[in-house]
């Protein structure tokens, strides 16, 4: 067991290097087609589940990694660990390369690198008893001798995670044992490699509330006690502030804030992280706390926004953010779909016809009027809905609405991608602080 370390905050390595350093790291899952593309051999598409991070974890810290559902925290967890091939980028542990080893070389690093899984009741074979379970990893490595050895080390463990006394579990089944239990057993499998990263992937989310505290106040004492740095996935940030040193927003493959969490909870820069906090659900019914949430959903990792991924959701949208002919189609529709039945929406549907056109994400559109309609009845529909609702973010984007001779061109002022740039304490993707121009 490693020796206590001090409470003032994560300890540095002598060379002051990261623990963990990820660079211009991408993850992309090909996408299948048709049986006729598969006998091709064509691939449909690619889905960017890690889309070009960066970012450090430093020794004995706990990053949290929080974003919503498939915006690629667990890919980007499971990238680190090596069970999981990134396309391209760097990934530095403890000062060595580690993307691109082969499987044979990762054997010596399992035992520095373990990971906790979101569900408990799945982590554990229900046909081993704890003892072989949690003492699996000493044999597969060969760190003991013989059975009595790893006996008495599965014991120990099973005791610094709270099962105690560790000798009365371990003839039980994983049936045997309540959720939390389970996921006692789950940690102590984890650490009896003694690792130096954890990748603690939900691990309290399919727990019982009573429970959930319990489970990481014991993971804080086991860092305190084994040296261990955590990387903390989760979508929820409320658990993110009790248990995370910093907090890095993950969105569409994306990091789009990073920084210390008291900063990130005091004054949260990215308007997708404001959204993450005004989320969290408010205890006391006294006080009414306003949501503003984002509008629609995330978007598909598949086609991702032009710009900020972020944008189509975003009230404070504007010019740079990367408006698209997706956006227009969504604007229309949803138009219609709230207005659905009422006196008009056909007479607009039929003014601009098939709007298939605009699937394909591109800052420009070409809409060719259908037969009988002219372009300039077209431009006259989008100022009405435009006069309508001029706060509506999607008019920032626009650069020039022309009729043409039979078709409307429609222009967005070029998308940039936002880079992560620091803004006080933290680091935030957004083009709202980017810095101004050099004057010339």
Request: net charge negative.
């Amino acid at each position: 067991m490693r020796p206590e370390i001090s409470a003032q905050g994560p300890e540095s390595h002598p060379d002051g290097l990261p623990l963990v350093s990820v660079r211009d790291l991408r993850t992309y899952y090909s996408i299948r087609g048709t049986f006729i593309d598969r006998l091709a051999g064509r691939e449909a598409g690619i889905v960017r589940a890690v889309d070009d991070v960066s970012l450090d974890i430093r020794r004995g810290e706990v990053l949290g990694l929080v974003g919503e559902s498939g915006s690629g925290k667990t890919t980007l967890g499971r990238t680190l660990l090596g069970l999981v091939r990134p396309t391209s980028g760097s990934i530095e542990f403890d000062g060595r390369e580690i993307s691109r080893l082969p499987e044979r070389q990762w054997r010596p690093l399992r035992r520095q690198m373990q990971v906790v899984f979101q569900d408990p009741h799945a982590s554990l074979n229900p046909a081993m008893t704890i003892e072989q379970a949690v003492g699996h990893p000493l044999q597969i490595h060969g760190l003991v001798r013989d059975r009595e050895q790893m006996r008495l080390r599965v014991i120990e463990v099973l005791e610094h995670c709270g099962l105690a006394p560790g000798a009365d579990f371990l003839a039980k089944y994983p049936s045997d044992l309540s959720g939390g239990q389970k996921q006692r057993a789950v940690i102590a499998r984890a650490i009896i490699l003694n690792p130096v990263l954890l990748v603690a992937d939900e691990p309290v989310s399919m727990l019982d509330m009573s429970v959930r505290a319990k489970i990481l106040e014991l993971m804080l004492a086991l860092k305190r006690d084994l040296e261990l740095t955590y990387l903390y996935i989760t979508h929820d940030l409320a658990t993110a502030r009790f248990f995370c040193d910093r907090i890095a927003i993950m969105y569409l493959g994306k990091i789009v804030e990073v920084g210390p969490a008291d900063a990130i909870y005091a004054d949260p820069k990215h308007p997708y992280t404001q959204a993450l906090l005004r989320a969290i659900p408010e205890p006391d019914p006294e006080r009414a706390v306003p949501r503003d949430l984002p509008r629609g959903e995330v978007p598909d990792a598949a086609l991702p926004p032009l710009g900020c991924p972020f944008h189509p959701r975003c009230s404070r949208a504007f010019e740079p953010c990367g408006w698209e002919s997706r956006d227009l189609r969504e604007l229309l529709e949803s138009r219609w779909a709230r207005a659905a039945g009422a006196a008009g929406v056909e007479e607009e549907q039929a003014v601009v016809g098939d709007l298939g056109v605009l699937d394909r994400p591109t800052p420009e559109v070409r809409l060719a009027a259908p037969h009988g309609r002219s372009p300039a009845e077209i431009v006259a529909l989008l100022e009405r809905i435009r006069s309508e609702d001029p706060e509506e973010p999607f008019w920032r984007g626009i650069d020039r609405i022309t009729a043409a001779d039979t078709r409307v061109e429609l222009d967005f002022h070029m998308p940039r991608q936002p880079q992560l740039e620091r803004v006080g304490e933290v680091d935030v993707a957004c083009h709202l602080y980017d810095a101004p121009p050099a004057a010339t």
